[in-house]
Each structure stands twice: as structure tokens, then as C-alpha cells.
């Protein structure tokens, strides 16, 4: 629910992805003054209308070459004083610059924000009033589905989980206070306590996770492991649509890492070809290994490239916690030489343990060297990249779980003390609800007296 | 008896009195009608005045100009400051009552009010003309004529008593049930239905076995709970006890459950949940092997004791028999026995934040025929009432108090906006803005209000004015004490710092207002330095709640006044009817609305914005 509020806001007003440029808009009464904190460039007295070239630096750090455009308040889209920045179009730059201005004091506009301060400001008619309306009502009606879409998995569930605790403690706190007299037996201190020190681990972790989800964004990076000679660096190529890793027929060609950029619709994909996996006392090809490992704990998404033809010889070196690792796919190479169903009968009666972990991952089989079935790899990185993005990972969620963490931190503090302050402890834990039901997209209502008169007798 | 007045009062319980009082120091002339005078301002139920969210209430009263928490000071046996350990914004005064001495003391003030008249006599039916509420009309026909009526029923509309199977009509022990009123307004269009509510048994002091149960004394320190009372306690203090049910008990009300009416289905009315029946408790919580009972004096020099937490409808042979099982009552003699009340009252979704009822111009209702429950809640309707009523016959504007100056704005704008289906009782955690809503902040919040619509005499101006100034003086005093590190040393272990002042000191947990007097700040009565202390620690989240008012402030300024929502676009059918039933003045009520959601509220936004573009030709 908002009226015309004062805050700025900020959001890319071209269409997200890889393109050409992407025109970043800010609006509000503080825009001007938030964009030249970055771009100081921007002269005393911009005039309206005017386009002006410099380097868009934070921190002491060029982000970008950017165009600025001002314009005076009264004559833009929303009517108020407007900035947009013209920067390149990758997603990590504009991205990126969108964090600066929320860091710097704007908030991220909802959907059709700018269209609807236009109306408010009565720069629009009415059917395109209308039309704005059905988008909110639109919106907020799908709101609570979507949000929940979105969040599909783990995080809606810790999140859910979270707001029933948080509840469940408030309904303690608030009958310890309403009802003082009634003898209740209420959580303890120490309980309140530890719920609240899981409930900051849990907000820490999904914060670590957002960091995490970023870099899926900024580009998806993909290792490629497996036993030499498996055909790692066929498929390197093949995949990349040009030779870029040295191939042949000997086990331990590749002994330094590869690495070729790929672009999946708009998106950037990162293939990293690595050494082969292999008992060895060369001292280069030792260090190569090392960095094969390294890759491995970095990547987000490992391919496991097996020989159709050596079944048994597979997985040396790589532990069984590895092979159990939810971002490793396996490939099974060179069915041009051994069809699927050899393969399997083989491994199985070779290598019962491997067989049964192949059946539960998620596995292609192809011919690197005849190209066969490569397609489906490229369309399994597109999936992935298209749930990075829907995912949880959204800005706005991250500002709420900053916003939360710093409540539950505050509310912990106050708990620390030895002075008793419930009301405040209330009032901080509401506000972490708040900002966990806001991600959720549920509507802020804290029934809390019904929660009280679930649990507890009470009366006079 | 002359026929006409300003204004006429239909009951004379707490909210009657405050609303007659009310128009009365306006300069009105006022009839109160009461069936019963020798009950006027009665405590028919528990023997205390205030508790948690409850002193809020009184002393919101006291500022505005009302009279309960000066007789509740009169009629102080026992003081307590609850929660007084789990922060400021939650604490909550209360004082054990002498019942008798309460009443008698407004009852002998109202009637020393020149410009209040009593008729003891049952009002059966309004007194309508062209539309409006004109007046009552008598059991012998005749009219009483007035500008305004303001009906207090509080549990006496159809009212029915039950006791085991036994069921009277009455609402009260000792007082009659009023019939007809309810008729009526079901037949102009109120929605009329019931409540229940109970009350537990008396028994006599010395039947009851003390030396055996927890003695449950009062606050050594005693704060009264109106700035313009005296400073002591007025009588002696009195001793309340505590004892508890057991196995036992809860065996002899099991095996009688068949016998309680509110489990055969005789009682329709829906209870309190919060003030629920011994039977209740036990069926609910079948795992409690035990609940408290405290035993509470109702006059100092009387042999009457009020069994609390003991509220039931059971029939006489079996409240004894279960209240000899617990410990101290073993020879428990009853002066009388527990009930419940079944009454009517109105949807209060009915009547507008003034109090008046949309269907019937120049009605109010106030109290328990709203849906409310407790002394205090009345009262404060009551007052409201009283006020509002006066303003429009002044022709002065209406008084609404929003949510972040009172408590009393909670209760209304509650009522009013989301109706209740149990007797509506106040509680701290419905108040969103709580940490700015504290007793101790009751004259800065809605003093300036008081001096604006002239609800104070000089005298109550005079010593409000004083209080507010010593307070800003300390405060501001504060500022002028400053130390350096080492000179604190002694006293307090604070961290390095240049310069503190006292008032900085204060902002430290753990520093007050008593250890800046070891530091040489002048001494200050404890009400000005423990306020001014209060407010000086929760400077920050004082703050961020006057923030968060002022945002909803925009939205409370946005009229919603005569809008057709069937114009509005984009509404869902419910959100559609429920605006028109409740017709929000503004924005900020309409969002609390229960069943219109953010999108409506977005949608009446366009609504008002596109109007406001667009003005009337």
C-alpha cells in the first residue's frame, strides 16, 4: 500500500539481459543528488534535457563509462526530478550500479512504479491510467502466488519456518505482558534466546546464499572433470563451437587448466576444461590437479565426463562425498563407440556403488566427437540459467534480509542486557516479520492475541 | 420535571456517568435516566480500576477531563504498578477499589452538578423525529425531548441471568432487565445479537481461612492515577490474597459440566475469551492441573471478598461444593453466587468514530452495547460520546483521537472498523504504536488535545501546565550538567568519553534519573525525572515510531467521504460491500478494514487522485 511516497527510486528501465546498453532510471526528489555522489562529473546546475559523458566510479573503482541524462522535476515521465544512466548493457554492470544507488539511498521501484507516480502526477490519461491499475491489481492479486513461485524450495521453506517462530515467540512475549499476572509458563529467557541466535544463523546463511546467487547471475561457470582421456576437452570444444583446447588421442594432453566464454541466450557461461583426474608424480601435472580441485569447489555446475568404453576407470581420486555433490551432472562420452545400454550393464557389474548414484543424477549421455546429443547440455545450462534468475535471488529480497538480520542482531542485544525491555524486544522482532513476510509477499498482520488465546489459559 | 434537555443519558454505569459529566462541563443540560440511582457508576464485577492497557485507558480519562481515575485514587485499597520490569511502554496502573466509597463518591459528585437532572425510571423506546434521534419517551407516553441521546445499556438490553439450569431475566444480581430498546433499533435497521459474560461467586472474609493461603500485598511506592488527585492514598491499605484450584476442584466441576448452561446450549452468546469461565478452563486446557485464584476485598469495611479467576455459571450447590476444595475455603461461607449474563448489543461497525450511529443521526451509543467489555473501556466510550454529542449541539468539530495519541483511539477506531464477534477488551499489543502510547507520556500526548476542545476546568489547566513545564525544565537542565570521565569514576563505571552530559548519561541502560542526583543533579519529584527519563532512553524508537506515523498520516488525510464505490474501479465485490457497510473516513481506516486488501486500497487511491483531477463542475 503506498501513496505518493518521497522515497527515490531506482530500476533499469530497458529490458533485462545482454544488449547494447541499458538505460538505469532514477526518480525522486533526491536522484540528482544520490547519481553525483558516483558521477561527479555531473556540473553544478545540469541543464534538463542534457546528456553528459564521464566514468561512473564507487569506492575509488571505475565501474563504467556512462551518459547521464537529467531532467528537471516537472518536465519528466514521473514529474519529479529524473536521472537516467546510460551504462553497457551487460546484467553484472547494470546490476551492480543498481546496488550503488540502493547503497546510496534509493529503494529498487516496484512494478510499474514509474508509470504510476506519472498518473499521480497526472502526466498520463486515464485509460492509461486504467491500464496502470490493472496491472497493480493484477499484481497484487498474483503477488503472494508469485512470490511463493519464486521462492520455490528451500528458502521459502526456512523463511516460513522463520515467521512461525518468530510469531510463536512473539504470542509468549506479548501474553507475558498483557497478561502479567496470569502465571503463564512462557519461554523462557534462555529459549527465546536460542531461538533467536538460529533464527540470525539462518538469516546469515540465506545472505551468504544471495552472494552466491549473484554470482550464478553474473554468469553461469562450469567446470568440466573426469578421468584423462575421457574426451574432456572434445566436449570443451564442442560445446564452445571452436578448438580451442589442444585434443588427441593421449591420456594427459590437458594439463593446465582451459578456459572459453559462451553466451546462452543473452547470458554469459564460463567453461573451464580441466586436467585429468589421475594418480601422477609430474610436478606440473601435480599443480594442475591442485587447480582441478580448486575449480571443482568454485564451480556451479560440474560436469563428470565418463568413457562409454572404461566404465570401472573412473573415479579415482574423486571421494564419495564428491560424487554426491547436487551441482555434478554426469556425462557419459563417446556413445558413437558403446551404446548406453553396454555401458550401464558393464558399470554395473563393475562398479555396483557408481551405478546406483548414476541412476539418481541427472545424466547425458552423447559423442562429444560427433556432436550427438550435445544440444541437450546447452539447453540444460539455459534451465539453469532461467532459475538462477526467478529464483530467490532477487535485490529486494536481499535488502529485506539485510534489514531483518540487522532486527534479530538488535533484538538479541536487548536480550543481552541485563535491563528488561519486552516492548522493545516486540517491536524489533515485529519489524524482522515484517521484512520475512514482505519477502514472502504475505500481507503484514500479526494476529497475535489469537496466537495467545491458542496456547495459553488465561482469564480472571 | 421539565421535558427538555441538550442531551440524554440512558444508563449510569461508567460510561453513562462520564458521558453525562462529559456534556455537562461542556455547559449542556443533561438528564440521566437509570433504573437503579443507589447504582450509579457500580462496579458489578471485579473490585479494581486499571491493570496492563487498562491504565492507559483511565488515565487517558484523567487528561480528557473524565472522573474515573480520580474516584479510582478515592477509592484506592492497593496499588500496583504491573510489568514495572518489562519496559515503560508496557507498565499499567492498577488499584484495588473500595467498591462502595467509588460509587458513592461520583454518585454524590454527579448529583451535585447543576446541570445534570436524574430520572429514575426504565427508557423503553427513542423518541424519533424527521429522521433523528429527538428524544426518549416515558413508560407513560410522554416525550422527553433532546438534541442528542446517548444510550450506555451496558449488559441490561434483554438481558438474561443463568445459574445452573435456572435461568431469570435480570442484568444484574438485585437489578432488572430494560426491554423494548432492542426492539426498536432491530427494527430501524440495527444488528442486534449477544454477548455472555460472568461474574464469580462473593464470599464472607470470615469464612475464609487466611493464615493458609500466599498473602499478595501492594507497591510500596504509590502513584496515583490522576494528576489531580492527592499525593497519599486516602484510605488504608488492604491485603489481597492468592490460592489455587486443584485435582479436586477441577473432579467436582467435571462431573457437573451437564448442569453448566454455557454446555447444554442454554447460554447463545458468545464470551470472552479472555475472561473465560472456571468451566471453560478446565475443558480447554484439560493438562493444567491447576489455576490461580485471588481473593480480592470490595470494601474495606464490608465482609465481601471477590473469588477472581473463578467465573462460572454452575449451579449454587455445586460452586460450593468445588469452592471447599481449595485450600483456604474449606469453610467457605457464599454471600453470592457466580452467573452469567447473556445481553444484546449492536454491530459497532454500525456507528461512526464519533460514537453516533450511521442509521440513526443524533444517537450514540457507548460501552458494552458496542461490544466492548470492563470499566475502563466504557468509560473512555462513554467520555467520547459525551464529547462528541456536546460538539455537534455547539456546532464545534468532532473529536476522533487516532491510534498513535490514545488508546482510546485504538478501542473506537477497533470497534468501529472491524466490529467484534466476543466483548472487545483492551490489550497493549493491539495498540501498533505502543512504544509512543505510555502511561507516562498521557499529558504530552493528549493534553494540547484537552486545552484545544476546553474539556479541563482552570484548575486541571493549571496543573497540567505545570507538569509539562517542570518536565521540559528538567529536561532541558539536563543538558547543562556536564563531566568529564574521571570525575564520574566514583559513581559510575560509563566509557571514555570527552564530555557527558547528564542527559547523555541517561541514555545508558544502565544509569537513572536517582544516580544523576549522587552526581549533584538537583533532586526532582520522581513523576517529572522518571518521564522525562523514559522518554530520553527511548528517544531512537520514539523516533522510528513518529516516522511510521507520519507516513500513515498522508493516507489518514485522504478523504474517502461521499464515494460512490461502485464508481471505484478494480474493487473485489467483497472489499465493495464492506466499504459501503462501514463508510472509513479516510484511506488509513479504510486499510484496516478486515477483507479489503492492499490492491482496493490502491485502487481507491487512483480513485480519489482521478477525483481530485477532475473536479465537480
Known amino acids: ?460 | 420535571m421539565k421535558n427538555h434537555f441538550h442531551i440524554i443519558v440512558v444508563g449510569a454505569g461508567h460510561a453513562g456517568v462520564e458521558a453525562a459529566l462529559a456534556c455537562s462541563r461542556m455547559g449542556l443540560k443533561v438528564l440521566v435516566a437509570t433504573t437503579n440511582v443507589s447504582r450509579i457508576s457500580y462496579m458489578s464485577c471485579n473490585p479494581s480500576i486499571g491493570g496492563v492497557a487498562k491504565g492507559h485507558l483511565v488515565k487517558e480519562i484523567d487528561v480528557l477531563g473524565g472522573i474515573m481515575a480520580v474516584a479510582g485514587d478515592r477509592a484506592c485499597l492497593q496499588y500496583k504498578h504491573l510489568n514495572s520490569k518489562k519496559g515503560p511502554a508496557v507498565r499499567g496502573s492498577r488499584v484495588q477499589c473500595d467498591k462502595k466509597i467509588y460509587s458513592q463518591f461520583i454518585r454524590e459528585y454527579i448529583f451535585q452538578q447543576e446541570n445534570i437532572s436524574i430520572l429514575e425510571e426504565e427508557i423503553s423506546s427513542l423518541y424519533i423525529h424527521s429522521g433523528k434521534c429527538a428524544g426518549v419517551i416515558r413508560k407513560d407516553g410522554s416525550v422527553l425531548f433532546s438534541q442528542a441521546v446517548i444510550l450506555t445499556t451496558g449488559t441490561f438490553m434483554s438481558a438474561i441471568m443463568h445459574m445452573g439450569c435456572r435461568k431469570k431475566s435480570g442484568g444484574r444480581i438485585g437489578d432488572q432487565a430494560t426491554y423494548g430498546l432492542s426492539d426498536q433499533l432491530r427494527k430501524l435497521g440495527f444488528q442486534v445479537t449477544r454477548l455472555k459474560t460472568g461474574t464469580p461467586p462473593r464470599i464472607h472474609k470470615d469464612s475464609v481461612c487466611w493464615s493458609a493461603i500466599q498473602v499478595q500485598a501492594g507497591d510500596s511506592v504509590y502513584r496515583p492515577l490522576s494528576f489531580f488527585s492527592p499525593k497519599k492514598p486516602m484510605l488504608p491499605s488492604e491485603l489481597c490474597y492468592l490460592t489455587y484450584t486443584n485435582e479436586k476442584t477441577h473432579q467436582v466441576i467435571r462431573d457437573h459440566l451437564d448442569l453448566s448452561p454455557l454446555f447444554s446450549g442454554a447460554i447463545q452468546g458468545v464470551g470472552p475469551r479472555y475472561c473465560p469461565s472456571i468451566e471453560d478452563k478446565i475443558v480447554r486446557f484439560p493438562d493444567k492441573i491447576s489455576h490461580q485464584t485471588f481473593l480480592e476485598p470490595e470494601e474495606s469495611k464490608g465482609s465481601s471478598i471477590y473469588v477472581q479467576g473463578l467465573s462460572t455459571s454452575l449451579p449454587a450447590f455445586v460452586q460450593e461444593k468445588f469452592l471447599r476444595t481449595i485450600k483456604g475455603l474449606e469453610k467457605v461461607k457464599i454471600l453470592q453466587w457466580g452467573y452469567a449474563v447473556e445481553y444484546d448489543f449492536i454491530n459497532p461497525i454500525q456507528i461512526w468514530p464519533t460514537l453516533e450511529t450511521k442509521i440513526l443521526p443524533k444517537l450514540y451509543l457507548a460501552g458494552q452495547i458496542n461490544g466492548s467489555s470492563g470499566y475502563e473501556e466504557a468509560a473512555g466510550q462513554g467520555l467520547m460520546a459525551g464529547i462528541n454529542a456536546s460538539a455537534q449541539i455547539l456546532d464545534q468539530a468532532q473529536f476522533i483521537l487516532p491510534r498513535h495519541k490514545a488508546y482510546i483511539g485504538v478501542l473506537i477506531d477497533d470497534l468501529v472498523t472491524k466490529g467484534t464477534t466476543e466483548p472487545y477488551r483492551m490489550f497493549t499489543s493491539r495498540a501498533e504504536y505502543r512504544l509512543i502510547l505510555r502511561e507516562d507520556n498521557v499529558a504530552e500526548r493528549l493534553f494540547p488535545l484537552a486545552k484545544k476542545y476546553d474539556l479541563l476546568s482552570k484548575e486541571k489547566v493549571k496543573i497540567l501546565d505545570q507538569v509539562i513545564e517542570q518536565r521540559v525544565r528538567y529536561k532541558n537542565q539536563l543538558l547543562q550538567y556536564k563531566w568529564h570521565s574521571q570525575e564520574l569514576d566514583s559513581i559510575l563505571s560509563v566509557p571514555e568519553h570527552k564530555l557527558w552530559t547528564a542527559y547523555h548519561l541517561l541514555k545508558r541502560p544502565d544509569v537513572s534519573y536517582k544516580n544523576l542526583e549522587q552526581l549533584g543533579v538537583e533532586p526532582t519529584p520522581q513523576e517529572i525525572a522518571e518521564a522525562v527519563e523514559i522518554e530520553i532512553k527511548y528517544e531512537g524508537y520514539i523516533q522510528r515510531q513518529n516516522q511510521i506515523v507520519q507516513k500513515n498520516q498522508k493516507m489518514g488525510a485522504m478523504s474517502l467521504k461521499n464515494i460512490n464505490y461502485n464508481e471505484v474501479k478494480g474493487l473485489s465485490l467483497e472489499a465493495k460491500e464492506k466499504l459501503e457497510q462501514i463508510q472509513p473516513l479516510n484511506l488509513d481506516q479504510a486499510g484496516r478494514i478486515l477483507g479489503v486488501s492492499p490492491s482496493a486500497v490502491q485502487a481507491l487511491i487512483v480513485h480519489v487522485y482521478r477525483r481530485k483531477s477532475q473536479p465537480l463542475q
Open chain 1, 1 to 460: 500500500m503506498r501513496l505518493q511516497d518521497e522515497d527515490t527510486i531506482c530500476a533499469q528501465a530497458t529490458a533485462c539481459g545482454m544488449g547494447g546498453i541499458a538505460v538505469l532510471r532514477v526518480s525522486g526528489r533526491e536522484s540528482l543528488k544520490i547519481v553525483r555522489q558516483i558521477c561527479p562529473f555531473i556540473p553544478k546546475n545540469p541543464k534538463s534535457h542534457h546528456v553528459y559523458f564521464g566514468s561512473l566510479c564507487y569506492q575509488d573503482q571505475i565501474i563504467d563509462e556512462v551518459l547521464i541524462i537529467y531532467f528537471d522535476q516537472g518536465r519528466s515521465f514521473t514529474s519529479e526530478q529524473v536521472v537516467e544512466i546510460c551504462c553497457h548493457g551487460s546484467p553484472v554492470v547494470s546490476s551492480e550500479i543498481l546496488h550503488i544507488l540502493q547503497e546510496l539511498g534509493c529503494r529498487l521501484a516496484d512494478r510499474g512504479e514509474f508509470t504510476y507516480r506519472a498518473f499521480l502526477a497526472g502526466r498520463i490519461d486515464l485509460v492509461q491510467a486504467e491500464n496502470v491499475l490493472q496491472l497493480i491489481e493484477a499484481r497484487s492479486q498474483g503477488a503472494r502466488r508469485q512470490a511463493l513461485r519464486q521462492l520455490q524450495g528451500e528458502f521459502s521453506k526456512i523463511l516460513i519456518h522463520l515467521q512461525k517462530d518468530i510469531q510463536y515467540m512473539l504470542a509468549h512475549i506479548e501474553a507475558e505482558i498483557d497478561f502479567s499476572e496470569e502465571n503463564l509458563s512462557v519461554l523462557t529467557q534462555e529459549k527465546h534466546f536460542g531461538k533467536i541466535q538460529k533464527i540470525r544463523d539462518q538469516l546469515k546463511e540465506m545472505i551468504q546464499g544471495y552472494k552466491q546467487g549473484q554470482r550464478v547471475r553474473e554468469g553461469l561457470k562450469v567446470g568440466i572433470f573426469g578421468p584423462p582421456n575421457s574426451g574432456k576437452s572434445t566436449l570443451f570444444n564442442s560445446l564452445l563451437k571452436e578448438d580451442k583446447a589442444i585434443v588427441s588421442s593421449y591420456a594427459g594432453t590437458t594439463r593446465d587448466q582451459v578456459e572459453g566464454e559462451k553466451f546462452v541466450q543473452g547470458q554469459r557461461i564460463c567453461l573451464i576444461d580441466t586436467a585429468g583426474l589421475r594418480e601422477t608424480t609430474d610436478v606440473v601435472e601435480k599443480r594442475g590437479l591442485e587447480k582441478t580441485f580448486q575449480t571443482f569447489t568454485e564451480a556451479d555446475i560440474c560436469l563428470y565426463v565418463l568413457d562409454a568404453l572404461f566404465p570401472s576407470y573412473t573415479f579415482l581420486k574423486f571421494s564419495e562425498q564428491n560424487l554426491k555433490d547436487h551441482r555434478l551432472i554426469f556425462i557419459v562420452n563417446k556413445t558413437d563407440l558403446k551404446s548406453k545400454e553396454d555401458f550401464l550393464s558393464q558399470l554395473k557389474e563393475e562398479q555396483q556403488e557408481v551405478y546406483e548414484q548414476l541412476k539418481h543424477k541427472q545424466t547425458f549421455y552423447i559423442s562429444a566427437q560427433t556432436g550427438e546429443n550435445v544440444q541437450d547440455i546447452e539447453n540444460f545450462f539455459h534451465e539453469q540459467l532461467k532459475n538462477g534468475e526467478t529464483a530467490v535471488y532477487l535485490p529486494r529480497h536481499y535488502r529485506h534480509l539485510l534489514k531483518a538480520l540487522y532486527h534479530i542482531e538488535r533484538t538479541q542485544k536487548l536480550m543481552n542486557s541485563s535491563h528488561e525491555h519486552l516492548d522493545l524486544i516486540s517491536f524489533e522482532l515485529k519489524e524482522v516479520l515484517k521484512h520475512i513476510q514482505n519477502i514472502l509477499g504475505e500481507n503484514v498482520n500479526v494476529d497475535v492475541i489469537d496466537e495467545i488465546f491458542q496456547q495459553f489459559c488465561i482469564g480472571k
